[in-house]
């Protein structure tokens, strides 16, 4: 979908549909509307098509213009009711206008500046706003179907009408597509199956990322990170037929080599069978987005090198299978990390703490100004947290806070969990320095726990567990049902704001 700026007065703009909001219940329509209608549509303000729209939240209500107006339909969108609004109605309300426009096969959709008009938010956040639900609500993944594909690219354009300047259009333009795009590569990467989203496929993606932007690239292979002493990582690796890959990129602009990197680190099991561990039968093929922390990751370098962000920030995926071959890591096993620390495993099915505390190790050569993790971490963060807030935990209150209030209106939503000393206690063992899980108690807590031991305190780091976060059981208009690709955009806004010499 190609988007526009269309600046002009209003009998000068023409298309398919126009998009106008409500609030429910309220008897004045919004100014803009009110203004638009007297000129444009006339007809509208006698007849009973606007008292049988209650617009409570993304109600649409399709008007058809007589056959002489330079807009044939106008499409009524509700925002639910005043004292309800939140930026995130308005991106579902959105997304849902757009996918209408798609199902009627509209091919240029406008949307006014005039629409916004009344609505608690500054235009430029709107149009932001607007045109980041109209771009991922229209997202599908028919990469792998021969049939029944639905092939409407429309609308293939969405305007934004204006009667003055929009100074701020080609900056946000910029930045929503190139966020957008991160998003909807974290989305492809964590929807495709395991047999094709291997850790090589996933190395091929990131070199692919690293070409375009002008990144460096690297990656390990087992052999490599057995040299390294990477022993959590090796001993997920080495029980799986596809070979293993820890892949690392670096986006460093001209003249920042120096500079403190931001480091991102993202859990890349492409398919958790639990290992020896083995998890039950149903609902097993979700498994295969247990590396979306790693697909979060590389949306978020798509992003970054999109937008040329003027900061260091460097990349971690480490990739591989958890599979129960012969050769395969069991309960009981001591592994001795990159940090030189040493776990008992307990259960083989907490592998991705395995492979992250080789990464966390691995990432303080870097001398990192900050450093965030995201994983598919436990079911735990699924009951505590539910599916649309992420566990956030870690060692530095400003970095949590700093996320918290950059992911909220973007809709992102992070809810802080304790790590008290205490909590260690689960995880001491009588063989080695510590083992891999504890109890059933603060699961997702211990399992941050358990990373933190591979963190120095002078290293401002943030967990998140978006075991809940990543996949979506239901349509909520912006985020179509399936991978979500949280995370990307408060990954973006946060490399770009945060302070490499001072934080937040």
Known sequence: MEWRHMEGA?????????????FQDEEAPLSGFARWMP?????????????DFRAKKAELHLVYAPA????????LVGLGKRKDWSLENFRHATAMAV???RDLALERALLPTAAMEGLPEREETLVREALTAAALGLYRYDALKTRDVETSDCPKELT??????LPYWPRITDEVKAVCEGIVLA???????????????????AAGVASRHGMRF?????????????????????????????????????????????????????????????????????????MAGAA???????????????????????CTENMPDGRAYKPGDVVKTHSGLTVEVISTDAEGRMILCDALSYAMQFQPAAMVDLATLTGACVIALGDRVAGLLGNHEDLMQVMQKIGAPLGELFWPLPLYDFYFEDLKSDVADFKNVGDRKAGTIIGAMFLKQFVPDTVPWAHVDIAGTVWADKDLGWIPKGATGFGVRTLVSLVQSWNVTKGA
């Open 218 to 290: 690297d990656v390990l292979d087992l052999d490599r990170a057995k040299e390294l002493g990477m022993g959590g990582f090796v001993a997920v690796a080495q029980g799986s037929q596809e070979p293993a890959r820890f892949i690392i990129m670096e986006h460093c602009p001209e003249g920042l080599k120096d500079q403190a990197p931001f480091v991102l680190v993202g859990k890349g099991i492409t398919f958790d069978t639990g290992g020896i561990s083995i998890k039950p039968a149903a609902k097993m093929e979700e498994m295969k987005h247990d």
């Open 99 to 101: 996918r209408r426009c």
């Open 10 to 22: 209003f009998p000068q703009w023409s298309g398919d549909v126009i998009i106008f909001y409500a």
């Open 296 to 318: 979060t990751v590389l949306g978020t370098m798509e992003a970054i090198g999109r937008l040329s962000v003027p900061r260091r920030v460097i990349a971690l995926m480490p």
């Open 187 to 205: 989305r492809d990467l964590a929807t495709a199956p395991a047999n094709v989203l291997t850790p090589s496929f996933m190395a091929q993606t």
């Open 39 to 51: 000129s444009q549509a006339p007809w509208l303000q006698d007849g009973p098509v606007l008292k």
């Open 68 to 75: 002489d107006a330079a807009v044939s339909r106008l499409l």
């Open 160 to 165: 934004v009408c204006s009667e003055g300047p």
